[in-house]
């Protein structure tokens, strides 16, 4: 495997360094840098005369002082750089007795595109697993229900099992819904596809939710002037974005907030990673969704969208998760952005069908 070290390891010390595609930074024995070579300005952000002197804590290489018990060996480290991001580098070190010579190569782009990957293979697994297992269940609560139903219908109104049967018809039908959110988040839903105004179906979420939030939170919209009429599921698209705005307005709680919604037009010149996904280039009709409430850490972040997973009390958590099936029923995505104490703001992209071949096209599952 080619790790990037092929010609610079046989590098020596001299100019030679300087041409080569990694960072050369060489301490002495008091962890005083001696020497920033090759790419150290660009991949760390800082330049040779303020960084020649000074200790390897203070250039925010401490990674590269754990021991190994073979310092030659090639391994990941995460590198701060003067401006406070991250940047990931595989790194090889030489080691005598009076000084260590490390080689950094920038991978940052290259982790990032091999964690989105393994996100986009998670996302698969745990659609096609829940949308199986919402197909059978969904199958099998179709006969409780029906028989149940059926027995009811025989039954004289007066018989005591009565209100057991209407129990276990309540019981179903709610487990149904469930189900159903399940296909939902799988993308694999039943969808009724046709035009829908999507000022109007933000208007209705809000009205729907409007009378269960917090009279202390200020809901403010700002709607598209230009007339939008998205191919969808008008009651899919409307359930998501009460879910959006529910859980915003949980997250302030009931100290009081700000929520605004906004809809309008955004073009993507490149593809991007979302939370959902990869979008493609093209037009997008963006949905947003901010808050001023307690925000998210990244551990969090990562897993809003999974299954049943919540912060609140048991019994929540499959919210998000199906409104994101939705999104992606509706070949769209989310964007997530959120820090702790600074709120949460939450794109949802789904394609202007306006423009030509970026019609949305539905992935429509069958009935069970």
Known sequence: MDLGFGKIWRLGNGSRADACDAAVVEWNTRLI???????????????????????????????????SPHPS??????IAR???????????????RDRTRSYFVDVTAERAADQAACERKRWESLGIMTGGTAHSFNNLLTGVIGHATLL????????????????IVD???RAAVIARRMLDYSGNGLFFPHDV??????????????????SRIEITTQYSARGLQIQGD??????????????????????????????????LDAPIEVATGVLEPGL???????????????ATRARIFDPFFTTKFMGRGLGLAAAAGIVRGHDGGIRVESQIGRGTTIDVFLKDPKEGTSRLTLRTGKAG
């Open 234 to 267: 008008e009651r899919r698209l409307e359930d998501l974005v009460g879910s959006f705005i529910t859980n915003a307005a949980e997250a302030i709680g009931d100290r009081g907030g700000k929520i605004e919604l906004g809809l309008t037009f955004e073009r």
């Open 171 to 173: 019981c179903g039908e």
């Open 152 to 167: 009811l219908e025989r039954m004289p109104p007066t018989d005591s099992a009565r209100p057991d049967l209407e129990a």
């Open 33 to 67: 840098v001696t020497a920033w070579r090759g790419r150290a300005p660009e991949i760390f952000g800082r330049g040779e005369s303020e960084s020649i002197g000074r200790t390897v804590g203070q250039l925010g290489l401490s990674q590269a002082l754990a021991s």
């Open 197 to 214: 105004d999507m000022n109007r179906a933000v208007a209705t979420a809000l009205a729907r939710v409007g009378s269960v939030i917090d």
């Open 82 to 96: 003067k401006d406070g991001g991250l940047v990931s580098c595989r790194m090889r070190q030489s080691v005598t």
């Open 73 to 78: 060996a090639v391994r990941f480290v995460e």
């Open 284 to 298: 997008y009709l963006r949905l947003r969704i901010r808050d001023n409430g307690c925000g998210m850490d990244a």
